[in-house]
């Protein structure tokens, strides 16, 4: 579990494809403290340590990433030198400062927006069909592995997505800054996970 904080911007250091594809990670986080088989979001999606060291000075880490997770999350479009959010999983007695996040990424969104608003950014989003009933103003939803609140909602219908839904939100400078929203542009794509709240409250409606 995580609580969508992000603690460091890593890097991708390499890029390695073969039965999984490997990616190996420049971290600020001490190699000592991650143990093999820890789990560490990596813009939103949980990842397992395989590997860690220091070469040079600069720690890293390496995970594998299967076909499917290429597949459902925006790791496919990793290059060397892509920033990534990073959180170490949330220990027990932790401050819980964001929201619950499983690290499991429920689809593919993308910027549609950035404008100012007063110091802050405000970010416009698209999400998939189907993610919408999930995605409520004022409530939590998490972007590349940031928690962030969600200003509006409109369901448009169309656009990029078939019965896709728009939402805002505002990024403020600090998060701008320890983050890798400071780079972001329109047309980027980014991981999107709903509230888990959200999905147990649209379960249970189901039933009734």
């Known amino acids: 579990m995580f609580t969508g904080i992000v603690s460091d911007v890593g890097r991708v250091r390499s890029v ?11 971290t600020a986080y ?8 820890a789990s560490i979001a990596c813009s939103g999606c949980c990842l397992t340590v395989v590997e860690k060291g220091t070469d040079a000075g600069q720690n890293w880490f390496a ?48 910027i549609i927006d950035i404008r100012d608003d007063g110091d802050s950014k405000r970010f416009t989003f698209e999400a998939p069909q189907g993610l919408g009933q999930f995605i409520a103003a004022k409530g939590s939803v ?5 928690s962030l609140t969600v200003n509006e909602v409109e369901d448009i219908g169309g656009g990029t997505h078939v019965g896709a839904t728009r939402f805002g939100v505002n ?10 929203w400071g780079q972001a542009r329109v ?4 991981n999107l996970e709903i509230d888990m709240l959200a999905r147990y409250v649209a379960r249970l409606a189901q039933k009734e």
Do not use: Y
């Open 16 to 26: 390695e494809k073969r039965g999984d594809t490997r990616f190996v990670i420049d």
């Open 187 to 190: 047309g980027q794509r980014i």
């Open 63 to 110: 995970v594998d990433a299967s076909g499917e997770t290429l597949d459902c999350t925006v790791l496919a479009g990793w290059r060397t030198g892509t920033p990534i959010n990073l959180e170490r999983a949330l220990k027990a007695g932790d401050e819980l400062g964001g929201h619950i996040v499983s690290g499991h990424v429920d689809g593919v969104g993308t």
């Open 30 to 37: 001490d190699p000592d403290s991650m143990l093999i088989g």
């Open 142 to 146: 998490t972007l590349d592995g940031t």
């Open 171 to 180: 990024i403020i400078p600090h998060t701008q800054t320890v983050t890798t």
